[in-house]
């Protein structure tokens, strides 16, 4: 299997990604910079990785979501390929409208960083397939602008078509209806404010994050 | 021609920095400030044109990039030199 991490400038989490993915499922994982119009061929997953995107310009992920290499991320995600953006990347895809909503200044004003349990609310998405039957994910949330929202049709269609991923079970942002973490309309694209590559082994406090990336690639 | 943006949080959209500004106000001895909003103002030199075009092409920046269409909302006004 095959992946690639999309680097922008502001990017602090793409190593992290780049060695969890590796760890957690044994795939090749590529570098790709944010002024690449172009990805590596057959990729399996895309990662959007944290960060400071542009340094969080005009809004969190709103140059990111210019940036040239997000036209070939979406080209890859129109022929099916899975695409996920985890904390700044989660923002980004919201700004390139590639998931409903927006990520806005959490409830308290304050960046929050501990670990938070999390509801594995939809286990059949391509995302969540090998929690299998553990209903709670622990993983690490590192967020200032990391509270959810979406007017209540969107929410009520997400909830309704089983797109909410994962949910706090003590919600730490304000995020609207605890959500943190959606899937597009054809599963495809994820959104994820806490961070599984943060999560990837019990020497880190939880290894949780690592089945997310095992759902999508295997284990090999 | 010279043009201003004005971009806010949308009514029911819940502003947190208006509220902790609020809240600081009331602190420091104004008991009576209310509804306290922060937003973010962009100004901008546009090219030659009538001012409804360039109206018109300011809206447009608006909402591709200058304000979120999912939680802000926004006022232009044109006009003066650039």
Not at chain 1, 12 to 32: H, L, P, Q, Y
Not at chain 1, 133 to 160: H, I, P, S, W
Not at chain 2, 23 to 40: D, E, I, S, T, Y
Request: charged fraction near 20%; include cysteine.
């Amino acid at each position: 299997m095959k992946a690639a991490v999309v680097v922008f400038p502001g990017s602090n989490c793409d190593r992290d990604c780049k060695t969890a993915i590796e760890r957690s499922t044994g795939a090749s994982v590529d570098m790709v910079w944010h002024g690449a119009s172009e990805l590596p061929a057959g990729l399996d997953l895309i990662v959007l990785p944290g960060g400071f995107a542009y340094g969080d310009y005009l809004r969190a992920g709103a140059m990111a979501a210019l940036s040239p290499v997000m036209g070939a991320v979406r080209a890859a995600a129109a022929r099916g390929v899975a695409v996920a953006g985890i904390c700044n990347g989660f923002q980004v895809l919201c700004e390139a409208g590639m998931l409903p909503g927006a990520l806005m200044r959490n409830a308290g004003l304050k960046y929050v960083c501990k670990a938070v349990a999390l509801d594995v609310v939809n286990a059949q998405t391509r995302f969540t397939a090998a929690y299998g039957e553990q209903r709670v994910a622990v993983m690490t949330v590192g967020n200032g602008e990391g509270a959810y929202f979406a007017d209540a049709e969107t929410l009520d269609r997400l909830e309704g078509d089983g797109r909410v991923a994962f949910r706090y079970r003590d919600n730490p942002n304000g995020s609207v209806r605890g959500v943190a973490g959606i899937v597009s309309e054809n599963g495809n694209v994820l959104g994820v404010m806490p961070h599984p590559d943060r999560a990837f082994e019990t020497a880190l406090g939880s290894a949780d994050g690592a089945l997310l990336f095992q759902s999508v690639l295997g284990r090999t | 021609m010279r043009a201003k943006v004005e971009v806010f949080l949308k009514p029911g959209v819940l502003d947190v920095q208006g509220k902790a500004v609020e809240n600081a106000l009331h602190g420091l001895g104004w008991p009576g400030a209310a509804n306290v909003r922060v937003g973010r103002v962009i100004t901008l030199d546009i090219g030659q044109g009538t001012p409804e075009a360039a109206r018109a092409e300011v809206e447009a920046m608006c909402e591709r990039l200058l304000a979120s269409p999912v939680i802000e909302s926004y006022r232009v006004e044109v006009g003066g030199a650039a």
